[in-house]
């Protein structure tokens, strides 16, 4: 019996893993084709589908790591890189030193938006899910 509870865990194991939103080989080549247009000189970004059924594209350039997401049409949505808390504009580290100082920063995200603009989201730690608050680089919030 405890042979069958091993077999068995191994078998769910395995279809877990192999469920992975990993698309590599399936993106849509409209998909593909609107990347390699955004950013002529990546060929080679690792793709995955998030939960809205988009693909994100995962690359560096110069070094730095950019995750950009398309619709399956093939339309760019936005591309954003993780940054440090010193990296965000003074005017937006001003406003949270006054209005969040207590809060913990969990993540800082540069964000170009294909609806938006540039803007910043900065995650700020709490009980049951995290807040996100974004920002324009002159502090003025936007969500």
């Not at 010193?86 to 209005?99: F, G, H, T, V």
Request: net charge negative; proline share 3%; aromatic share 12%.
């Amino acid at each position: 019996m405890k042979a069958f509870k091993n077999i068995k865990f191994a078998l769910i194991a395995l279809i877990a893993f192999s469920c992975q939103n990993t698309v590599k080989g399936q993106t849509p080549e409209v998909v593909k084709q609107a990347f390699e247009a955004k950013y002529p000189n990546e060929n080679n970004p690792d793709w995955e589908v998030d939960a809205n059924g988009n693909y994100e594209a995962q690359f560096k350039q110069n070094g730095e790591k950019y995750r950009a997401d398309f619709s399956p049409s093939g339309n760019w949505i936005e591309t954003e890189s993780s940054i440090k808390k010193d990296d965000l504009p003074k005017a937006i580290r001003d406003i949270i030193k006054n209005e969040y100082g207590s809060e913990d920063i969990t993540e800082v995200e540069h964000v170009d938006s294909a609806s938006k603009g540039e803007f910043y989201d900065v995650e700020f730690k709490q009980k049951g899910k995290n807040k996100d608050v974004e920002f324009r680089a002159n502090g003025t919030i936007i969500n």
